[in-house]
Structure formats: structure tokens, C-alpha cells
């Protein structure tokens, strides 16, 4: 099993930055990609972006990319998302994630469809 904490979320002005956090715990991560989603009031969850734990190679959504960076921390077991130029459309409960890369085909764009464990998740609030 794989326990999952998100945290870090608040509220911020339009085009400010957040870092939120997701700490992992349950078992070692080598095998496994980390996902972050998000899902805004009255819509459904949607993939923001994944890394490979090992590899540390990454893949995002059209939408973040260039403006969101997900990074880990081996040594804290912790993934990391670096949120700059905030827009009051990436309010939303984010989501921290994670799947086996054998299971989606060590293909970190397929993390988009769907990860197995999930923390609980943080809201993030821009205002404008």
C-alpha cells in the first residue's frame, strides 16, 4: 500500500506562485510514477502532470506546462508541485497520486487516465 498527504494548499492572487507537497509513505517509489490532478468545483479531475520517481523525467498537461514544475525528494519521499503564474482557473482540490509503471506501460503520458492510490488532496484558491 501507498499512503499519500498533500499539502501546501491556500490562497493566492492571480499570477503568484504555491508549492504544494505530497508525502509519500507504504513502500519504495523506484517502480513508480507520482501524478498530480486537479478538480474544480462542479467538474471533473483532471491530470496536471507526472514524473518518474527513478528516472525523474516529466510530463504535463498542455494547459500548466512552462508555468508548473513537479519535482521529488528521495531523501524526504516527498513529490513536489512548484505552481507559478497562478490563474484564477487553476482553483481547484489538487490531487497527489501514484501508479506502478509497469501498469501504464512505463509511459508517463497514460498517467492521464487514471492513477491507483490517492491522498485526499489540498485546495488551491487564485483569486482575482
Known amino acids: 500500500q501507498v499512503q499519500l498527504v498533500e499539502s501546501g494548499g491556500g490562497l493566492v492572487q492571480d499570477g503568484g506562485s504555491l508549492r504544494l507537497s505530497c508525502a509519500v509513505s507504504?513502500?519504495?517509489?523506484?517502480?513508480?510514477?507520482m501524478g498530480w490532478f486537479r478538480q474544480a468545483p462542479g467538474m471533473e479531475r483532471d491530470f496536471v502532470g507526472a514524473?518518474?520517481?527513478?528516472?525523474?523525467?516529466?510530463f504535463y498537461t498542455a494547459s500548466v506546462k512552462g508555468r508548473f514544475t513537479i519535482s521529488r525528494d528521495s531523501a524526504k519521499n516527498t513529490v513536489y508541485l512548484q505552481m507559478n503564474g497562478l490563474k484564477p482557473e487553476d482553483t481547484a482540490v489538487y490531487y497527489c497520486a501514484a501508479e506502478s509503471l509497469f501498469r501504464i506501460g512505463y509511459d508517463l503520458s497514460r498517467s492521464k487516465y487514471g492513477m491507483t492510490y490517492w491522498g485526499k488532496g489540498t485546495l488551491v484558491t487564485v483569486s482575482s
Open positions: 507504504g513502500r519504495t517509489l523506484s517502480n513508480y510514477a
Open positions: 514524473i518518474s520517481w527513478s528516472a525523474s523525467t516529466t
